[in-house]
T-cell receptor
Framework: QKEVEQDPGPLSVPEGAIVSLNCTYS??????FMWYRQYSRKGPELLMY????GNKEDGRFTAQVDKSSKYISLFIRDSQPSDSATYLC??????????????FGKGTLLTVNP | DGGITQSPKYLFRKEGQNVTLSCEQN?????MYWYRQDPGQGLRLIYY???????QKGDIAEGYSVSREKKESFPLTVTSAQKNPTAFYLC???????????FGPGTRLTVL
């Protein structure tokens, strides 16, 4: 079983839709959870950074972490064509020598159609 | 503007040649990282450095080498020993190990 699983999509939605992106993980040692947005042929851009369980909101983006289910989500409200990109989840431990290492999902390709 | 720069943006290499990818940051971050991204794959860690003159292997270090002589610079050399070097290479930095990692724009390496 891979440490982090992410549905690669592709996911296609109409403009204005609510988008839900998800990752599951198997390692209970993960404490920090991130979502990155990556446009084609560009470097990833950090969208959300959360610690432990709960919700975090930033504008149209909401990150949700459910550690009991080992499940994280990113919701995008009022999606725009400019949101079309690959979304990568990432996570890491909080102590020991491995706390520098991010473990990434493979990414979900999202297209928002005008 | 603070940020991470990588050069060149595109790089072509003949088989058997070593090439060096540049990564510079002016964020005053202590930690720097190199990742490799292949189509349809997540990012995989090649090397990371927590402080100057110190670095550790990541998950796929074979065929790569790095140096960290200055805080702001972390060059990656792809050696001829790397059997499948064609990929998108990403450099990142963070204030500390627990801090957010920020990425540069990437270098696309193609072996001819």
């Amino acid at each position: 079983q891979k440490e982090v699983e992410q549905d690669p999509g592709p996911l296609s939605v109409p403009e204005g839709a609510i988008v839900s992106l998800n990752c599951t993980y198997s390692n209970s040692a993960f404490q920090y959870f991130m979502w990155y947005r990556q446009y084609s042929r560009k470097g990833p851009e950090l969208l959300m950074y959360t610690y432990s369980s709960g919700n975090k909101e930033d504008g149209r983006f909401t990150a949700q972490v459910d550690k009991s289910s080992k499940y994280i989500s990113l919701f995008i409200r009022d999606s725009q064509p400019s949101d079309s990109a690959t979304y990568l989840c990432a996570m890491k431990r909080d102590s020991g020598g491995s706390n520098y290492k991010l473990t990434f999902g493979k990414g979900t390709l999202l297209t928002v159609n005008p | 503007d603070g940020g991470i720069t990588q050069s060149p943006k595109y790089l072509f290499r003949k088989e058997g040649q070593n090439v060096t990818l540049s990564c510079e940051q002016n964020l005053n971050h202590d930690a720097m990282y190199w990742y490799r991204q292949d189509p349809g794959q997540g990012l995989r860690l090649i090397y990371y450095s927590q402080i100057v003159n110190d670095f550790q292997k990541g998950d796929i270090a074979e065929g790569y080498s790095v140096s960290r002589e200055k805080k702001e610079s972390f060059p990656l050399t792809v050696t001829s020993a790397q059997k499948n070097p064609t990929a998108f290479y990403l450099c990142a930095s963070s204030q500390t190990g627990l801090g957010e990692q920020f990425f540069g724009p990437g270098t696309r390496l193609t072996v001819l």
